[in-house]
């Protein structure tokens, strides 16, 4: 199969990891990427928070040789914002991809104009990505939903405007924004898109299976597949998508001691990352996922979301579930 290209940046590989806001962390992308990674994301920075120098926010922008190629994703509501977040993110970030949030639905984002509300603005959504793509000296890539709701689904005319704007990759999640994270994502809406587009495609919406990926991407002519939350405790699925695509068998399903290894990896990566303390309540959330569909998983859960404090909390218990699953 051939290669994927972001302009001059060339993917190995088909599947992008999809930016998740508290969740792609740096850690997180260097655990991911040597799964098959083709492109990573940043979770999306505010690009008010980087003018202000938010604290916070000029952490989001840190990347590693590791974890190119990268792409950092703003969002914003006002050129003259990101104009300046542009120039700081090329003073001082690492970087290979400029993407554009025009999906989230959160409404603290929309109600600014921020986000999937663009959708709703065609002719100035055009002309702050022309402006964008005019002012960054990397590529620009952007990505939207279906449209704002069931009513309003432009996602095509926004694609061909997009692609007119200079963008050179576009990412769909086949969601309307007031469906949020819930229901069947819809395809069909995209119908060979991709091969209507010059630029590649990359598809997003409950991809849980190679065979997710293959049928999205063969419905929508898309080029690239994301991975989001189906990639949270299965890393090797990232690996299996690839492999199908190639025309492999994917890989056996990994034991409880290889998730359990797969989870301390993980885990001694974040708290090296964020601090013992900050990196273990995060991963009271994330570890679970590592166990999920085993038998007693809810108690391995509840095990993990409350009792890690610390990294000798997370081994001990993790050496509990390896230890427990070989009887
Ligand atoms: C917790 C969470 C945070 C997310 N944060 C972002 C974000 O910062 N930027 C973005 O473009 N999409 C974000 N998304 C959307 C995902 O990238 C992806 O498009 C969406 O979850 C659909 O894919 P999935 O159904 O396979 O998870 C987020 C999704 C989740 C679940």
Same mark, same amino acid.
């Given at each position: 199969?051939?290669?994927v ?44 928070g ?40 090329e ?40 402006a964008?793509?005019a002012?960054?000296h ?8 279906l ?8 996602v ?5 405007l ?5 963008v ?5 999640h ?5 469906q ?21 495609l ?17 419905q ?13 405790? $299965? ?5 299996? /998508?690839? !492999?199908? #695509? %190639? +025309?492999?068998?994917p890989?056996p ?53 409350? $009792? ?5 909390? /997370?081994? !001990?218990? #993790? %050496? +509990?579930?390896?230890?427990r699953?070989?009887?």
């Open positions: 199969m051939e290669n290209k972001i302009g001059d940046i060339e993917l190995k590989g088909r599947v992008v990891l999809g930016p998740m806001a508290g969740v792609t962390t740096l850690p997180y992308r260097e655990f991911m990427k040597p799964f098959g990674v083709a492109l990573s994301y940043s979770e999306m920075i505010s690009d008010c980087l003018y202000y120098s938010n604290k916070k926010t000029l952490t989001y922008f840190r990347t590693s040789k590791k974890d190119r190629p990268v792409g950092l994703q703003l969002f914003g509501f006002d050129f003259h914002n990101t104009e300046r977040a542009i120039e700081i993110l003073e001082y970030a690492d970087y290979d991809v400029l993407d554009l949030n025009f999906g989230c639905p959160v409404p603290k984002v929309t109600k600014t104009g921020a986000g999937s509300a663009w959708m709703k603005r065609p002719q100035e959504m055009y002309e702050y990505t022309r964008v793509v002012k960054s990397k590529p620009v890539t952007a990505k939207m939903r449209g704002w709701d069931q009513e309003h689904i432009n095509v005319e926004l694609a061909h997009l692609e007119q704007a200079g050179k990759m576009i990412t769909i086949a969601r309307t924004s007031t949020g994270y819930a229901g069947t994502p819809d395809f069909s809406k995209i119908q060979d898109l991709g091969n209507d587009l010059s630029i590649p990359c598809v997003s919406g409950d991809i849980y299976t190679p065979e997710d990926a293959l049928q999205a991407m063969k929508t002519g898309a080029k690239m597949v994301m991975v989001a939350r189906g990639g949270l405790g $299965n890393p090797e699925l990232i690996t299996n /998508i690839n !492999r199908v #695509l %190639n +025309g492999e068998n890989l399903s990994p034991s409880v001691s290889q998730d359990a290894d797969y989870a301390l990896t993980f885990a001694k990566m974040l708290c090296d990352y964020l601090g013992e303390r900050d990196g273990a309540m995060m991963l009271r959330g994330l570890l679970p996922h590592f166990f999920s569909g085993f038998p007693g998983y809810k108690k391995i859960r509840a095990e993990i979301s409350m $009792n890690i404090r610390s990294y000798d909390d /997370i081994q !001990r218990i #993790l %050496n +509990g579930i390896r230890n699953n070989k009887l």
